[in-house]
């Protein structure tokens, strides 16, 4: 590969806006291992918020597709394929991109729905524990008591 090719691959996959319009790609080879990516993202793309029990996986998922667009991105800068396949690998990096935009759209949203779940969830648990404290409990216990 010609340095100016290097050059113009580099900056394709670095230029912002690259993944406009781009699909993520159906499945990518990570680690040695084939993934289904558009299906495991639009798998958790299609909840309103990620379970707890997912986040983990989604975490994992979005260092995994880090680490092989470095190892991607590397190939191209070393030089190490010709045009063609850095073209292909180029590809390959953009639509791991839009994989990592779709799955990083995930984080805050979620986790500030979780957290406001979760303090709602304690509020009412500290106004359940105020009411019988306080004597306002309501519960079948309480009925019948006369003074």
Known sequence: MQEYERKQLLERIGREGSTLGVDIPERI???GEEVQLREFVFEIKRRETVPAGERDRVERAKRNLRRERLERKELIEEG????EDGERIARAIIGIDRALEALESLGP???EAEAKR???A???RWMDFLKKAL???DGPEVR???P
């Open 135 to 137: 004597g306002h409990d």
């Open 118 to 120: 979760q303090e709602a």
């Open 122 to 124: 304690d509020t009412k």
């Open 144 to 146: 019948g008591r006369g």
């Open 29 to 31: 080879e990570i680690q």
């Open 109 to 111: 949203e979620s986790v």
């Open 80 to 83: 190490a394929v010709g045009f």
